[in-house]
């Protein structure tokens, strides 16, 4: 059974930073593209970030391109969003999400099969 469980989040001041993690288990995890969506009130979930299985290629979304950056550490089983320059429209909660084994890099929600339970990141101006 795939388990992605994410952790890191909080509430922090504008122009702060945040690091998420997301730890697998259940699946052989240097195989799969990881991802990071985000859903903030009222809104639909949304595309962030892309990591393929090898770690080199990386997809973001324009709104936060230049200010996160997504990694993993497949020794760890963990994928990381680090995440600067916090804006109060970064406030969502935060999901990992987990591809087929050797799938590209992908922005699209139905492109990933497996999805952590969310964490939540507020931003206060």
């Known amino acids: 059974q795939v388990q992605l469980a994410e952790s890191g989040g909080g509430l922090v001041q504008a122009g702060g930073s945040l690091r998420l993690s997301c730890a697998a288990s259940?699946?052989?995890?240097?195989?799969?593209?990881m991802g990071w969506f985000r859903q903030a009130p009222g809104k639909e979930r949304e595309f962030v970030a892309s990591?393929?299985?090898?770690?080199?290629?990386?997809l973001y979304a324009d709104s936060v391109k230049g200010r996160f950056t997504i990694s993993r550490d497949n020794a760890k089983n963990t994928v990381y969003l680090r995440m600067n320059s916090l804006k109060p429209e970064d406030t969502a909660i935060y999901y990992c999400?987990?591809?087929?084994?050797?799938?590209?890099?992908?922005?699209?929600?139905?492109?990933?099969?497996?999805w952590g339970q969310g964490t939540q990141v507020t931003v206060s101006s």
């Open positions: 999400a987990g591809r087929s084994v050797y799938s590209g890099v992908a922005d699209r929600e139905t492109a990933y099969d497996y």
């Open positions: 990591i393929g299985w090898s770690g080199g290629r990386t």
């Open positions: 259940g699946l052989t995890f240097s195989y799969h593209t």
